[in-house]
């Protein structure tokens, strides 16, 4: 079964903007899908068992061994593909825990690095998100809430709110 056919026809996925102490971004440069050769944010798809932003905690760290925590939620990319699939990608801010040395992870990731957002900009291989959030200036979130329980009926282990 290939992954395609494991994620159906609705696909959940996170991004992380990880900014360090002095403004550069962390920035991953893919080897296949859509945006190989191109930079773009450590990226990958939600697992089961896991909340959204503990999957991108997770991504960040497998593709670039930073260790990062989630300042909060940026806001959505959605899109269909040929029709048929749903394509969600959820994007959050995070901020490394320790600055440590960018790993990429190979048989993903062409490169890994921190880059100035104005660099990022001169880039040709810049992908279209990454321009989007440079130009105009996105970078505010929304703070995630874990204190709330919305009643025992539902079972929740994990329950997290980003408004």
């Not at 900014?19 to 080897?31: E, H, N, P, T």
């Not at 993903?108 to 992908?127: C, H, N, Q």
Request: aromatic residues 10%; proline residues 3%.
């Amino acid at each position: 079964m290939s992954s395609r056919e494991k994620r159906g026809k609705v696909w959940l996925a996170v991004a992380g903007l990880v900014k360090s102490k002095d403004g550069q971004w962390l920035v991953v440069k893919k080897r296949y899908g859509g945006l190989k050769g191109q930079w773009s944010l450590p990226a990958g798809f939600v697992e089961a068992g896991e909340t959204a932003d503990e999957a991108v905690i997770r991504e960040v760290w497998e593709e670039t061994g930073i260790k990062c925590q989630v300042k909060g939620f940026m806001g959505l990319r959605t899109g269909v593909i040929k029709g048929e699939i749903s394509d969600n990608l959820l994007h959050f801010l995070l901020e490394p825990i320790e600055e440590g040395e960018v790993i990429h992870q190979e048989n993903e990731l062409f490169e890994a690095r921190f880059m100035a957002p104005e660099e990022l900009l001169l880039e040709k291989d810049s992908s279209v998100v990454l321009q989007y959030l440079i130009k105009n200036n996105v970078s505010f979130s929304k703070p995630g809430v874990n204190d709330l329980n919305p009643g025992d009926q539902f079972g929740y282990t994990a329950y997290k709110l980003f408004f």
